[in-house]
């Protein structure tokens, strides 16, 4: 669903103005592949992250206290 809409509005913008809309289509790539290396950094912090919270909550898992 998503993917229709964004395809929506990139034909609303290709009537409205094509410069722009064709400028996007060949930028959007370059962009997309300059945010990768960002993606791999956010999902190795998030699992840095979950190792911490699981090292802090051991002992309480290990007392029987609830997982939050």
Same mark, same amino acid.
């Given at each position: 669903? @998503? $993917? !229709? !809409? $964004?395809?929506? *509005?990139?034909? !609303? ?9 064709? /400028?996007? /289509?060949?930028?959007?790539? +370059?962009?997309?592949? /300059?945010? !990768?290396?960002? @993606?791999v950094m956010a999902i190795a912090m998030?699992?840095? *992250?979950?190792?911490?919270? #699981? +090292?802090?909550?051991?002992?309480? @898992?290990?007392? #029987? #206290? @609830?997982?939050?």
């Amino acid at each position: 669903m @998503r $993917t !229709i !809409i $964004t395809f929506l *509005l990139w034909v !609303i913008l290709l009537v409205l103005c094509w410069p722009l809309a064709l /400028l996007l /289509l060949v930028v959007w790539p +370059i962009l997309w592949l /300059l945010s !990768i290396p960002f @993606r791999v950094m956010a999902i190795a912090m998030e699992a840095l *992250l979950a190792l911490v919270r #699981g +090292i802090l909550f051991l002992p309480a @898992r290990l007392l #029987g #206290g @609830r997982h939050p």
